[in-house]
């Protein structure tokens, strides 16, 4: 899939300002007045302007709107309609901390389930999707999670907490590499299957059905090579986990090195997410001979 920098920022964001909401929901860390203001805002910030960004991938960003209307058939529409949700009673929750010293802790709870219940509708948009079999497994929603409830806990200085979720991240985060490399031959498909032709014997593609390159081609026949993949894996896997245990493990803990570590768990961040989008191999490939 073409790896659009809307949608990696859109997954990337928004899944840490969700996971930061689902800390502060739970009273991780315990704080009110300007302190409760600052993470609160870091966390809108985050979760709204990733959404924000996905409006970009819109063929018309006018329309988004619209999917509201499909929840019952739409992860996307579901989300849409989570996201809101939490933000309204997040709002709240935030309302009685900053202003009024007030802890609503069911509010807050509330506010928790419903954030991670947005990110793991996010997750379902792609796990949801057997054309791309890397992407259709329960491994999705899972690393969707871990990276929402890390990179909210280093944000929210959950440092303990933080340590031991990004090394299982980084562990599952290898495992669904792994596991990835050979998700479209156990798949079953094939070009005989992809153009039902397969009783009549062996399909092989005589001429390229378009001339020139178009919207399927650029979107979902991305070709990434394996020299780049290798580089990448290992630059996300170092970026995400390792130097940010490293830093948190090792060294000083003040706020120089607390934001040193969620930087280079944000660029590793971005480096996973590419490649999930890169490497997604959807079966309309196999109409152009590119799988």
Not at 38 to 47: M, P, T
């Amino acid at each position: 899939m073409h790896p659009a920098p809307s949608v990696i920022i859109f997954t990337a964001l928004s899944g840490l300002g969700f996971g930061l909401m689902g800390w502060l929901g739970v009273g991780l860390p315990a704080v009110s007045g300007w302190s409760a203001f600052a993470l609160f805002f870091v966390a809108y910030g985050l979760a709204v302007g990733g959404l924000v960004a996905s409006t970009f991938h819109l063929g018309n960003p006018k329309r988004a709107i619209k999917a509201f209307s499909q929840w019952r058939s739409s992860w996307l529409s579901r989300e849409g309609i989570l996201a809101i949700v939490s933000l309204l009673v997040m709002a709240v929750y935030a309302i009685g901390l900053i202003f009024l010293n007030q802890r609503w802790q069911i509010v807050g709870w509330a506010g928790a389930v419903l954030s991670l219940g947005t990110v793991f509708t996010t997750s379902m948009i792609y796990a949801q999707m057997k054309t791309v079999p890397r992407w259709n497994t329960p491994l999705t929603p899972a690393l969707f999670f871990l990276y929402a409830l890390a990179g909210g806990a280093l944000l929210a200085g959950q440092t303990s907490a933080a340590v031991l979720l990004l090394i299982v991240l980084s562990i599952v985060q290898v495992v669904a590499w792994t596991l990835g490399e050979e998700s479209f031959s156990r798949a079953g498909h094939t070009i005989e299957t992809a153009t039902g032709l397969g009783n009549l014997g062996r399909v092989r593609l005589l001429e390229s059905p378009h001339s020139s390159p178009n919207y399927l081609l650029k979107e979902m026949v991305y070709v990434v090579g394996r020299k780049h993949v290798d580089k990448l894996r290992v630059i996300a896997i170092f970026l995400m986990g390792l130097v940010p245990v490293a830093i948190i493990v090792l060294l000083p803990n003040n706020q120089f090195m607390a934001a040193a570590a969620v930087i280079s768990h944000i660029i590793g961040l971005f480096a996973s997410r590419w490649l999930f989008f890169a490497q997604a191999e959807h079966v309309v490939g196999l109409y152009y001979g590119k799988r």
